[in-house]
């Protein structure tokens, strides 16, 4: 039992671990029941149990195991922390648990798994038990079986990822063991109740029993679907929403939970392996499948189709295989062969699914071509084929080839087409069925209706009936307009019968059955929508890849659809003129009816009135409105004579048009008499009026159709010119929403060659306001008009180049009803604008030129033969222009030489995709596939510009088929999946460009998204960067949770990496383009240029695309500008064509002309995007004529004509005009500066010299006007000008640049330098090397002129961009950013180093280097740099009355210190006479300034404070600060020169703030420039390190004497607390790691004298522990430990060290624990252990650091509880009982200890915790035994007897150290202070067995140190050392030091001496400092050094004497001029040495 009670009492973690089984049990017994107690799931307490868990589930001791499992389960939960255990927890579980023979364990292991997976863990748990299943024993088998089944019962298969359980069932069903075969089978029907059917093709291959078993199990399951029963953490809304419905008896469930079951629906294709089948082709494929003889082809076929057979193929490259099969379909006679070919297409194309979509173009044509085949088995088959092959691709790709064979005169052909398209429709949903593709269809099944065949209408029936399914009856009603009753019915029929598919691809192989009847398809059916507002609700989506939503178009009612307003539209039969007689007669008054065709024209007028009063006064509802026309045309009806009359009639038509249900009908009785006086003069208006009217109610489109058709039918000129004025009025209040552009177009041309100018002018009008809405693309058709009538056309252009459509007025005011319509009109719009034009053009169809010898010269082996062939293809589609879709056997071709060996044949390869893009417009989408995703590949070529090629027609084919199709399937994941930097960087590139101009993206985007991360840590930085630029840019369509979701599957390291750049894309993540806005009734969408998508405002979208779908083809019309109108120019096209006298008189007048607020218009409208953003790579066209238009108003005719000129001499002269006219019309230049600026722009790309140059100095002559007139530019100004101009900084050409430069500094006047900054910023990142030159020296001067905040965004990121050029390629780049960052350096000093980031060690050598350079010649060099006039120093203070060469750093130093308010605060504005004694330093360097001494200089200064007369003592205090000021930039200026590369510049420099520092009244000037100090000092370190001593050139004695300087200096300051307290941690850092490498550096030990050296360096860092702030030095301490041990480069004693210093300052710990910041220290720690945990810290070498922190842990938790009792003014007699107290009681520090932990984030998952609370609990115990065995007394007499031991311990270290070699002088000195405070210590024991001369070597020593203190000593140290060495003892070798530094060391003793007795200088021991040259240990003062030795004494001495305080009074000089003399006389002594 005494063993028990040991364990006992230890805490249940520890229990836990026991070796005991029984303290185990009893641990984990408590641990279950304090789990159960926990109520905070994040309580610090879960976090000690981490490490555990494991051990509690697989505990070899049976008993102990079960309790462990329960206390397991309770933990995880419980615990917030659990989840990290999963891994270990699980494995532990499969293989320690289910293979207990207890069914307890057994079930219990089992529950962990579950709760896991509750936890959100499922993927771990599920990996770890499907590797269990390939265990050995069959126990763990079934057991992990089991739970798999448990699991996906509970979750179901949304959590649980059936997946790769499928794939391992097959092997379970073949075990040998019965028990994991039967478990297998429970798991299939599990699986089967979950995915149904999708689980047959995965298990088709096992035992055909046990296949038949299965069988008859599923069969037994319910139909009903499963639901999940148990729930996630994250799911708890739905576990409570499942829990309502159990309790509400689960019924209603069934209803609600649809949707999911559906979501869960898995694709059986998903689930299977896929097979590569073209390695297993037979070797003599492809020859016998062009055998002769049938039988051998058929057994290639039979290979193949035995292959195919596989429901799943691996991808690869089937082409040549899809080509001979295609062959036997369409080539071979045997029908049999053709049946099998087929079959084998079908294989393919269900096993490839959309990977197959490449090769669908190719094959669909052949198919249907073969549909004449009238054998039922070869139909069979080819409708099976041809409906697996819909299935790849998309019904918008094959459009084309099935409309090509809708008029085949086969009517087999026919129908096949028609019942494919049929069944293709029950694929499709109103989205993927869109108006643009249903629209052709419909128009060739309406003739098919009317077909002779039957089969053939019957199919049509169908095929219109599916459609009429699928869109709704509303949106196919419109195409339907002249179909009778009768098929109208048999439509609707078909559809009735129709059922459509659930989702579109379903099934595995789906094309395999028919679907004439798609009855037996489709889980639950989805029903049509309701007849009139489904479909519209789902029509957004229905744009190809979803483009704006423009609202409800204001047009609706007169959409193409031919729709009145209503929701039904009017239609009318026409009636017999009785009928209409007795209709009118119902409503208009008898004597009305009567005079209307009388005699008398006034008893007509006065019916008419009648008639117009009655009109006016019906119903709606009541008006007969084709009877009442009928009435108007009868007799004399149009051919009135009396215009009065004729007037009145007009104006009644108007008003039944408006008032009544005006159908078609009625309007064409009426049209032709409109149309006959629409050119009458006098009755023309109100013809015009009416034809309005009637547009109105009969929809625009269809009256323009009819009112241009009737006109060109007649004659009469007049009637057409005013038939096409009104057109283009009403095209303008319309709108020109679904206007059918075709069916005017030829009238049109007509018009324009008609000989009546009137009617030219009037078509030339019209084509100016369709221009408005089409575009350029409009000017296609008139291609081959006249050259003077094209020029007319031109010119209309140009006018309305620019501007925008205005809004349509009309056609909205009976909106209401027609609100539905909104999707079936903005789909007209979109057809009826852009989409039309494409269809207009006459194509060529260029299939039959494509010959089969072409196709194979282009696949020939001599690259000349494939040149020809492509020449050809070239030549072919130049000559067609526009060309239609298919295109034979090309693509492939072509595709083949996109890989080709010779790179030239690649690229023209990429000229000619360009081509057929620009030719085949739109129609080029089906190509996409086989052809574009080559071209992608093509940017992975090695060459740069096959790449450039590649990516420009890249962007040529998106122009024309939008991104959806090049996003849709797995071709671009494919092509990010290749590891190939190029293809890479040039793709992500590309993505990042152009997705965020989408709204919507196809879902196949996100297989990119694992290769994107892939990207993130390739090996490229290039990839790498163009991966984090695309991330945002993925993150908008794909959403944030959806990208951090696809981390899971990164590794543990690479996601932390990925997810931390996740966030910070979330933070830039673009907005998604918003749909344009909604049209309000005034201003609908079809006038909207502000329906572009606002994310991209000027990309490239010129005012012609209003119309185009903006995203599936962003820019249909962008290329087309480039074809035809590019021939205008770049300028405009043509003279001015008269220049006579006329002319030139007209430019005497003044050239601007002033338009009051045209600039803010300008300002608006940009901002408004209705027109272009000045903002492009090249200007395009249609940024030169949008100038144009708006320079027109601006500029006089003349220039206007000069400036768009094509010659350039004609810009010469205009520019010259300008110059002249600049000043005295400045107002109006200013009104249109932003044109003329935009108008420079535009020359820079001009490659005429003459003009550049006389552009330039227009530019330079206007920013000098403005900057005289003050003028300041606007944003929008610079931004569209200054860009263009930093292009031209890059010049070749000096001049050029030199202008350029000139003007950037002018800029700089007008335009804040801040905001020039971030342009200047861009233009480091052109790839102009001369371009990222010199902007970086412009950035430079910015920054030395306007200082450090002209830094945008902040001076550290513009740095950090600016720093990586020094790693540029470019020396002159490289240059450029250097003398950048020195200019910072300049300007702020060392801060720059923490600006700059992170710099390699080359990259970090060459700087330090420049800025030593410069800072020798930054006096003479400054003046150069001229600081603009403006810019006046902010600190009064700064401006020394000294040469402006000596001025100029220390005052940039000190204005950015003002700017800043960095440490000064800003003082009162002093006069600068008030510049106290300054005046005398100004006298003396008037003559010596010629050559400025550096040096001598600025060691006045830095006194110059000090030097005050004593009568002005009082006065001065008030203003020290200013004088302060005027010294810090001084300061600043010498700490600079500190780090100079050159030695002796370097060595002045220490000696001037040695003299500062030595002297207490001057030293406080260095506060504040410690830091600076200090790291300006380890620079020279480092610098002396790496670059000095390894140079041979230089004198070793210079090295030593820096050495010497640097160690000097640095005593003094850290004696001086106050000083020594300023110093960062981070700079205390890097001062330790400098010191501590010197001390470990062998080279010094070979310099003479440089064992001395290092024990200076010795005494220096133990001054450093001492004095520095105890909070930092630990810290940085800490942090130079942890670096040490991560880098493996370092020396293992570089740590060691490290450890001692820490050490050290442990035992320092009580005196200094109260002056420490705990909490900081606590997190360093804390951090030390993240890096090293336990673990990790014991696999070490040395175990030293481990008990290093161990050591320092305890003795804080000791100190702690004492320091928060105490309050510092307690007697030192308290204190000291309190430590003893806290000794005695450490439990009492438990609180406070861990009270300091606020600092560390999770503190409960910190080791930290963990480890304190054991030491405390530790030492709580020991505490408790101690107290138990000692009274209070007795431990009081221990503590005696221990402090008689702690003395002789410390003496003997002292004696230990007098007797090493290296520590001679510090034991000697710490004895002297030991003997001055203890006067009684016994020596004698310790002397006792030495030698006599060791002993009179200590008493020596003794002697020399006290005489030293006190003044005397250090000229008898040259005696006092011995100079023999002897063997007994080692100090020896420090022997005396060279004559010439000990000269200056006894003249500096004797000066010093002298200073004492006058009272000059404060002569306690602190004051005490080091000469600068000679540095030998004794030379400091070590009193403190042994304070800390003696701390441990501190607790126990009775009297210990307080240490002495530092703070000493500063006294000031009392004679300045004989102390400045003094020291200048020393100085010049001490140089004088040194030389």
Not at 234 to 249: H, P, R, T, V, Y
Not at 1088 to 1105: D, G, L, V, Y
Not at 1122 to 1131: D, L, N, R, W
Request: charged letters at 30%.
């Amino acid at each position: 039992m005494g063993d028990d009670s040991e364990w006992m009492k230890l805490p249940i973690d520890q229990k836990c671990e026991h070796k005991i089984w029984k303290a185990r049990l009893n641990g984990y017994e408590e641990a279950l029941k304090l789990f159960q107690r926990i109520e905070d799931e994040k309580s610090p307490e879960w976090g000690k149990y981490l490490g555990l868990v494991k051990k509690f589930v697989t505990d070899s001791n049976a008993v102990a195991q079960l309790k462990g499992l329960e206390a397991a389960l309770a933990y995880i939960e419980n615990a917030h922390v659990a989840g990290k255990t999963t891994g270990e927890v699980v494995s532990g579980v499969v293989g320690k648990v289910f293979n207990q023979p207890k069914a307890r364990a057994k079930e219990l292991g089992s529950d962990i798994c579950l709760m896991y997976i509750e936890i959100e863990k499922a993927e771990v748990v599920q990996d770890e038990l499907i590797k269990g299943l390939d265990n050995k024993n069959p126990k763990i088998v079934v057991a992990c079986i089991e739970t798999l089944r448990k699991a996906l019962c509970e979750f179901g298969s949304k959590i649980i990822t059936l997946k790769p359980v499928v794939k391992v069932l097959p092997k379970l069903f073949e075990s040998r063991e019965k028990a994991v075969r039967d478990e297998a089978k429970l798991l299939a029907v599990e699986i089967y109740r979950w995915i149904r059917d999708a689980l047959r093709a995965p298990l088709q291959n096992i035992n055909s029993v046990q296949l038949k078993d299965l069988e008859e199990e599923w069969v037994k399951l319910p139909t009903t679907a499963p639901k999940q029963t148990r729930f996630l953490r994250s799911q708890q809304d739905l576990k409570a929403k499942f829990e309502q419905q159990q309790a509400a008896g689960g019924d209603e469930a069934d209803g609600d939970n649809d949707e999911e079951t559906e979501a869960v629906q898995v694709d059986p294709y998903e689930l299977l392996e896929a097979v590569e089948i073209l390695s297993k082709l037979p070797k003599d494929f492809y020859e016998k499948i062009e055998a002769k003889k049938w039988q051998e082809r058929k057994e290639a076929l039979e290979a193949v189709e035995a292959l195919t057979k596989n429901p799943k193929l691996e991808n690869g490259d089937y082409g040549d295989l899809v080509r001979a099969l295609k062959k036997v379909i369409g080539k071979d006679a045997n029908v049999m062969l053709v049946a099998m070919a087929a079959k084998c297409l079908a294989g393919l194309a269900a096993g490839l699914r959309k990977k197959f979509g490449t090769y669908a173009g190719l094959v669909v044509p052949t198919i249907l071509e073969k549909f004449k085949e009238k054998k039922p088995q070869v139909v069979q088959a080819l409708q099976e084929a041809i409906d697996a092959v819909f299935l790849t691709t998309t019904l918008q790709n094959i459009s084309e080839d099935v409309l090509g064979v809708m008029d085949n005169k086969n009517p087999s052909i026919k129908q096949q087409a028609s019942l494919f398209l049929a069944r293709s429709f029950c694929h499709c949903t109103p989205s993927t069925l869109p108006k643009s593709v249903l629209k052709p269809f419909c128009a060739a099944f309406l003739k098919q209706v009317n077909d002779s065949a039957p089969e053939v209408r019957d199919a049509a029936f169908e095929a219109l009936g599916t459609a009429m399914k699928v869109v709704g009856e509303k949106a196919v009603n419109p195409y339907l307009t002249d179909v009778d009753k009768l098929k109208l019915d048999k439509i609707k029929e078909c559809a009735d019968k129709v059922q459509l598919v659930g989702k579109k691809g379903g099934g595995g192989g789906g094309g395999g059955e028919k679907k004439e009847k798609p009855a037996a398809k489709a889980p639950p059916p989805v029903e049509a929508p309701a007849k009139s507002s489904g479909p519209s609700k789902k029509a957004p989506p229905a744009k190809a890849a979803g483009p704006p939503k423009k609202g409800k178009p204001a047009s609706a009612p007169s959409a193409k659809s031919k729709k009145a307003p209503d929701t039904k539209e009017v239609v009318e039969t026409e009636l017999s003129l009785e009928v209409c007689e007795e209709r009118a007669a119902a409503v208009l008054p008898a004597s009305c009816m009567q005079l209307l065709d009388s005699g008398n024209w006034k008893e007509r007028l006065a019916s008419m009135e009648e008639f117009q009063r009655a009109v006016e006064q019906m119903d709606k509802s009541e008006m007969p409105c084709q009877a009442l026309v009928r009435m108007l045309a009868k007799k004399p009806g149009w051919k009135e004579t009396n215009f009065q009359v004729m007037q009145m009639k007009l104006h009644i038509v108007g008003l039944i048009a408006q008032k009544g249900l005006f159908s078609k009908t009625s309007a064409l009785v009426v049209l032709d008499g409109l149309v006959d006086k629409v050119g009458d003069v006098k009755c023309g208006s109100n013809a015009k009026e009416a034809l309005t009217a009637i547009g109105e109610a009969c929809s625009l489109p269809w009256t323009a159709e009819q009112v241009v058709s009737m006109a060109f039918a007649q004659k009469n000129p007049k009637n057409q010119a005013e038939t096409l004025n009104w057109l283009a009025n009403a095209m303008k209040e319309f709108g020109f929403a679904g206007i059918n552009v075709k069916a005017f177009i030829n009238n049109v041309k007509t018009a324009l060659g008609a000989t009546n100018p009137a009617v030219r002018t009037s078509a030339i009008a019209l084509l100016g306001v369709m221009y408005l809405y089409m575009g350029a693309p409009l000017r296609m058709f008139f291609e081959d008009e006249k050259p003077a009538l094209l020029s007319q056309i031109d010119a209309e252009f140009e006018k309305m180049q620019g501007q925008s459509p205005p809004a349509p007025i009309r056609g909205t005011t009976k909106k209401a009803g027609a609100e539905e319509e909104g999707d079936a009109a903005e789909e007209e719009e979109v057809d009826g604008g852009a989409g039309d034009i494409m269809d207009l053009l006459p194509r060529t169809d260029i299939s039959d030129k494509i010959t089969y010898d072409m196709v194979s010269k282009i696949s020939d082996k001599n690259w000349k033969v494939r040149k020809e062939g492509l020449d050809e293809v070239a030549a072919i589609i130049s000559e067609a222009k526009f060309i239609q879709a298919s295109i034979g056997e090309l693509p492939m071709a072509l595709k083949g030489r996109l890989n080709d060996s010779n790179k030239l044949l690649v690229q023209q390869t990429l000229n000619i995709l360009q081509q057929i893009a620009t030719a085949m417009g739109p129609f080029l989408k089906q190509h996409v596939k086989n052809l574009g995703i080559p071209v992608i590949t093509v940017l992975g070529d090695s060459k740069a510009n096959v790449r450039a090629a590649a990516m420009t027609t890249l962007n040529a084919w998106v122009e024309q088929t939008g991104m959806k199709e090049w996003l849709e399937g797995e071709d671009l994941s494919e092509e990010l999946k290749k590891e190939n930097p190029f293809l890479r960087q040039e793709l992500l590139g590309w993505l990042a460009e152009k997705l965020p101009t989408l709204r919507t993206v196809p879902a196949d985007l996100m297989l990119c998204v694992p290769h994107l991360y892939a990207c993130l840590e390739d090996r490229s930085g290039d990839v790498r960067k163009k991966a984090q630029d695309a991330l945002p840019t993925f993150m908008m369509h794909l959403s944030y949770e959806k990208m951090v979701k696809a981390t899971g599957k990164l590794k543990p390291a690479s996601k932390d990496q990925v997810v931390g750049m996740l966030e910070k894309a979330r933070a830039v993540m673009p907005a998604k383009p918003a749909a344009p806005a909604k049209a309000a009734a005034s201003k609908p969408a079809s006038s909207a240029p502000a329906a572009k998508p606002a994310s991209a405002p000027a990309r490239n979208q010129s005012p012609s695309e209003d119309f185009s779908e903006p995203e599936p083809k962003p820019d249909t019309k962008k290329a087309k500008p480039a074809g035809p109108a590019a021939k205008k120019g770049v300028v405009g096209k043509k003279p001015p064509v008269k220049a006579g006298a006329k002319d030139e008189e007209d430019r005497s007048g003044p050239i601007f002309i002033l338009v009051p607020n045209g600039k803010e218009q300008r300002i608006k409208e940009e901002r408004a995007l209705k027109i272009l953003k000045w903002n492009f790579m090249t200007p395009r066209d249609e940024y030169v004529e949008q100038l144009k238009t708006q320079m027109s108003t601006c500029l006089a005719k003349w220039l206007q004509d000069e400036l768009f000129h094509f010659d350039f001499q004609r810009h010469v002269k205009a520019i010259g005009a300008m110059i002249e006219h600049m000043e005295p019309e400045y107002d109006a230049v200013i009104g249109c500066l932003d044109l003329v600026l935009k108008w420079f722009t535009l020359r820079f790309f001009d490659t005429n010299t003459s003009v550049l140059m006389k552009a330039l100095e227009f530019l330079k002559l206007l920013f000098t006007m403005l900057s005289r007139k003050n003028y300041q530019l606007s944003d929008y100004e610079a931004s569209s000008f200054i860009p263009y101009l930093i292009l031209k900084v890059g010049e070749s050409k000096d001049v050029v640049r030199k202008d350029v430069r000139a003007i950037l500094t002018m800029l700089c006047k007008v335009y804040a330098a801040s905001k020039v900054f971030p342009f200047l910023m861009d233009g480091t990142k052109s790839k102009n090397s001369k371009q990222r030159s010199e902007c970086l020296e412009e950035l430079g001067c910015l920054i030395e002129n306007f200082g450090m905040n002209v830094c945008q965004p902040t001076p550290a990121k513009a740095l950090k961009e600016i720093a990586i050029h020094i790693g540029d390629r470019d020396t002159t780049v490289r240059n450029a950013a250097l003398n950048t960052v020195v200019a910072a350096y300049n300007t702020c000093g060392d801060q720059v180093f923490k600006l700059i980031g992170n710099l390699s060690e080359k990259e970090m050598s060459m700087l330090e280097e420049r800025i030593k350079r410069s800072a020798k010649k930054t006096p003479v060099a400054s003046t150069k740099q001229e600081r603009p006039q403006r810019e006046q120093p902010t600190n009064p203070n700064a401006t020394f009355l000294r040469k402006p060469a000596q001025e100029e750093v220390p005052n940039k130093l000190n204005q950015a210190r003002a700017q800043n308010a960095h440490l000064e605060q800003s003082a009162p504005s002093i006069p600068k006479e008030f510049q106290l004694d300054l005046d005398v330093f100004e006298n003396n360097h008037t003559c010596a300034s010629d050559i400025p001494d550096l040096v001598q200089h600025k060691l006045d200064e830095v006194l110059e404070p000090v030097m005050i007369p004593e009568r002005k003592m009082r006065s001065v205090s008030p203003h020290f600060d200013d004088i302060h000021n005027s010294t810090a930039s001084t300061i600043n200026f010498v700490i600079s020169q500190v780090a100079s590369g050159d030695i002796n510049t370097s060595i002045q420099a220490l000696a001037q703030i040695d003299e500062v520092l030595r002297q207490a009244d001057k030293a406080e000037a260095m506060s504040g420039h410690i830091d600076q100090f200090l790291i300006a000092t380890f620079m020279q370190l480092r610098l002396i390190y790496n670059t000095h001593m390894a140079d041979d050139r230089l004198d070793k004695k210079d090295i030593f004497k820096l050495y010497s300087c640097i160690i000097g200096n640095m005593l003094s300051l850290f004696s001086m607390e106050s000083l020594a307290r300023e110093a960062s941690m981070g700079v205390l850092k890097d001062l330790m790691h400098g010191l501590i490498t010197l001390m470990l550096d062998s080279r010094v030990e070979d310099i003479e004298d440089g064992q001395q050296l290092i024990r200076s360096v010795n005494l220096l860092v133990v001054r450093v522990l001492e004095k520095s702030d105890q909070t930092n030095i630990l810290s940085a301490l800490l942090v130079l430990l942890q670096d040490s041990l991560i880098s493996t480069a370092g020396s293992p004693m570089f740590s060691e060290l490290v450890m001692k210093c820490l050490w050290r300052m442990i035992r320092f710990l009580p005196q200094t624990i109260n002056s420490i910041n705990l909490d900081r220290i606590l997190l360093d720690v804390h951090n030390f252990m993240k890096v090293f945990p336990k673990e990790k810290l014991k696999q070490l070498k040395s175990d030293v650091p481990h008990r290093t922190l161990k050591t320092l842990l305890h003795t804080l938790c000791r100190l702690t509880g004492a320091k928060v009792r105490l309050r510092p003014q307690q007697p030192e007699s308290l204190k000291k009982q309190h430590f003893a107290f806290a000794e005695s009681d450490p439990s009492m520090s438990v609180s406070q200890i861990l009270d300091h932990m606020s600092m560390i984030e999770n503190r409960n998952e910190s080791e930290l915790e963990a480890h304190l609370r054991r030491v405390v609990k530790h030492s709580a115990n020991l505490s408790g035994l101690k107290s138990d065995k000692s009274t209070e007394k007795g431990a009081l007499r221990s503590d005696d007897k221990v402090i008689k031991a702690k003395v002789s311990d410390i003496l003997s270290e002292i004696f230990k150290k007098i007797g090493s070699k290296e520590n001679t002088k510090e034991g000697l000195t710490e004895l002297y202070e030991y003997k001055q405070k203890y006067s009684d210590a016994d020596l004698e024991p310790f002397l006792r067995n030495t030698s006599q001369f060791f002993q009179s070597y200590v008493e020596r020593g003794l002697r020399m140190i006290e005489s030293e203190r006190e003044g005397k000593g250090r000229i008898q140290t040259s005696t006092v050392i011995p100079q023999h060495s002897t063997d007994s003892f080692p100090p020896s070798s420090s022997t005396v030091p060279n004559g010439e530094d000990l000269n200056a060391a006894a003249y500096y003793e004797r000066l010093k001496i002298l200073r004492q007795r006058r009272g000059l200088e404060n002569s306690t021991p602190e004051e005490d400092r080091p000469p600068l040259s000679s540095l030998r240990p004794s030379v400091a003062s070590s009193t403190d050094m042994l304070h800390s030795k003696l701390s441990q004494l501190k607790e126990s001495r009775e009297h210990f004497q307080q240490e002495q305080s530092h703070s000493h009074s500063p006294t000031r000089s009392s004679s300045p001029a004989s102390n400045l003399d003094d020291l200048k006389k020393r100085l010049e002594r001490i140089k004088s040495n040194r030389q």
